[in-house]
Structures are given as structure tokens and as C-alpha cells.
């Protein structure tokens, strides 16, 4: 499998982007393209996401561990009780039943390579009283009110 980037568009040739649903509490423009799905002797799932300026992935977790390496821009992440700014070239995990956001807050687009499991479970979305728990933490209220 060969795939040609384009570098204008942040496409890869016979990769058809999914765009969620805009403004939804849960995430606001984000598109996801599939990249890899399960070949050969990698049962693995690797994606590009772009969240715009000013918007954000879903606030979730799950069971399944991410991998994830910025390509583009800039933004914040909050991963587990940590707020980390992020730029292209960083790197990091997601540890199971980690809360995780990437939030492009820098008035610029935020794009990441995401690994994970083909096989893996469905994420989990916070409770009010999740939210009431994370917002203890004066930086974590911070990123979620789109201020960090
Ligand atoms: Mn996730």
C-alpha cells in the first residue's frame, strides 16, 4: 500500500476524510481520516485527526491505549490529570482509562497521527460529576474552558 500525501490539503490519495457533526458539546471540527486498517501481521488502526482553530476531540476514555505524534500545529492536551502544550513533533501515549482532549487553541489547526488497537473497546464520555471531579484541578478547569 502506497498512499501520496498532499501537503496542501492534509489528504492522503484514497483516504476519504470523516467530519464530525460541527458543534456538538461532545467535539467541535474534527475530521478523521483512516490511514491503515488491519493488514498483514498488524492488527492495528492508524488515523490522522484535525480539530480547526478553536476546536476540540471529544473529551473521553476508554480501555484502549493511544499512541499519538502531533504532525501539525499547535494546541493543548490533557491526558490523564496533566494539561501539556503540544506542537508537531511531539509524541505521546494515552494509559487505559486515561481522560484525554486535544483542544487547538493557538488559532491554528491542530493534526495528529493516532495508533490503536483494531480491536479495542468503546470510549466512555464524562458524567457531571466526572466533570465536577476534573475541574479540581485549577489547569484542568482551565483547558476545558478553552484558557489554558
Ligand atoms: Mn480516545
Redesign the pocket.
Known amino acids: 500500500m502506497f498512499r501520496k500525501f498532499d501537503g496542501a490539503a492534509y489528504r492522503w490519495d484514497g483516504v476519504e476524510p470523516h467530519v464530525y457533526k460541527e458543534d456538538s458539546s461532545v467535539f467541535r471540527s474534527v475530521t478523521k481520516q483512516v490511514l491503515f486498517e488491519r493488514e498483514g501481521d498488524l492488527p492495528v488502526q492508524f488515523r490522522y485527526f484535525q480539530v480547526e482553530p478553536g476546536g476540540w ?2 473529551l ?3 480501555g ?1 491505549m ?1 499512541m499519538v505524534v502531533i504532525f501539525r500545529g499547535r494546541g493543548h492536551a490533557l491526558i490523564g490529570g496533566e494539561v501539556r502544550e503540544v506542537a508537531e513533533g511531539d509524541m505521546m501515549t ?1 494509559p487505559s482509562w486515561a481522560w ?1 482532549q486535544f483542544r487547538a487553541d493557538r488559532g491554528e489547526p491542530l493534526g495528529f497521527f ?1 495508533l ?1 488497537n483494531a480491536d479495542r473497546d468503546a ?1 466512555s464520555y464524562p458524567t457531571e460529576a466526572d466533570l465536577e471531579e476534573m475541574r479540581r484541578a485549577p489547569a484542568v478547569a482551565a483547558f476545558l474552558d478553552g484558557k489554558a
Open positions: 476531540s471529544s473521553e476514555r476508554h484502549h493511544h494515552i484525554h493516532c490503536v470510549p
